[in-house]
């Protein structure tokens, strides 16, 4: 794949996807706002990575960055930064495969719910935010304590949108590398916001059974 | 449980349903807005019953006619018609457990999605027309196509939520009395929003895949 620059890659969701692609041997840079905070974290998980014996390196860099000279961009940051963020870097952006892995999640009386997003979704906002990138939701469902608990394989399906059918390909192949999961090809974008409720659910039966739950499609072929 | 009324049980969802309970033993009513229909639509499913050799009785009625005497009562029609049938029904529905099955399902570009409902979602909106009944949010998630292939078991979990938790312990054990199905419990009825969210998906996963999919949720103990 190349460099995989996760903006967002300090906070438990970003940081457990880097963790996971180091693993299958992708080089990772970890972006946050603050350089030291991204060093700082880079070199915790490459402490981490190498209780599995992973030696893959992990740079942390200032968003901006991180993103020069990423083959694949990741956007793990709170749903709330990135009408800020992404802006600036859609230049930059342009042409590239983006991997969108946020959830705008909202709590209404002690549950997770999403909140209403004018373009549907998390994944179509930054889609309309990168008309040049080529973005592409999944991920979202997968936890973060499952993706950080890099001891055990993964579990469940990582279901798949986007509208650049070769983008979706791509992200699907990666996600099939790492070890028990499996791919699902759900199509255009819009599924994005499917895909988002189905991470409120998930957490909020996580909270009810004290558990960690993942989600599998029955009925494919394969 | 005693007797179950469907309204908009001539409709493939209600009516794959109605054949579910019926084979559990349930004595069903379809209801239907004409009376004729309805009787039409519980001859034919009494005939499909006797291949599988069930015997439990299914009658039709016009929907007010439906709803007398039954113990619970099963919203299957389509979302556009929730705020004109229910009102008029709310006094009967009064104190019942109301089962919705419902989905806001529309069309955007040939993609399943689910219209914006300002409480939130149909279950959330059905409460809010049947204040003094119990509504619970389950089967929304199960395709009319796999609900109606009687001769093989279901498939997939039966996500239930609902602000009355009674109501949803009885409407669990109900599904889980139906083979094969495992009942998750996730909690107040806001969870809804995901189910519908989760019916969209699905859907455009099987017209994809050519297939009929359902959905596991993997990571709980039993």
Do not use: W
Not at 65 to 86: K, M, N, Q, S, W
Not at 134 to 155: D, Q, Y
Not at 166 to 179: D, G, Q, V
């Amino acid at each position: 794949m190349g460099r995989i620059a996760i903006l967002g890659g300090t906070g438990p969701e970003g940081l457990g996807l880097g963790l996971r692609f180091a693993m299958i041997g992708e080089e990772i840079v970890l972006g946050s706002r603050q350089a030291p905070r991204a060093a700082d974290a880079a070199r915790r998980a490459q402490e981490r990575l190498r209780v599995v014996n992973c030696t893959t390196p992990i740079h942390g860099e200032e968003n901006q960055a991180a993103v020069r000279g990423a083959d694949l961009v990741v956007i793990a940051t709170p749903f709330a930064g990135v009408r800020e963020l992404l802006p600036p870097l859609a230049e930059m952006l342009a042409g590239l495969v983006v991997l969108d892995v946020v959830n705008p999640l909202i709590r209404v009386d002690k549950q997770f719910t999403i909140e209403r997003v004018p373009e549907g979704s998390a994944g179509e906002a930054i889609q309309a935010l990168l008309p040049r990138s080529a973005v592409v939701s999944a991920f979202k469902t997968e936890s973060a304590e499952s993706l950080n608990a890099i001891e055990r394989p993964g579990a469940g399906d990582i279901v798949v949108c986007s509208d650049h059918s070769e983008a979706r390909t791509r992200i699907m192949a990666l996600a099939e590398r790492i070890p028990r999961y499996r791919a699902v090809d759900a199509g255009p974008l819009i599924n994005a916001r499917s895909l988002e409720a189905i991470t409120a659910l998930l957490l909020n039966i996580n909270r009810r059974h004290r558990t960690v739950t993942s989600i599998q499609i029955l009925g494919l072929q394969k």
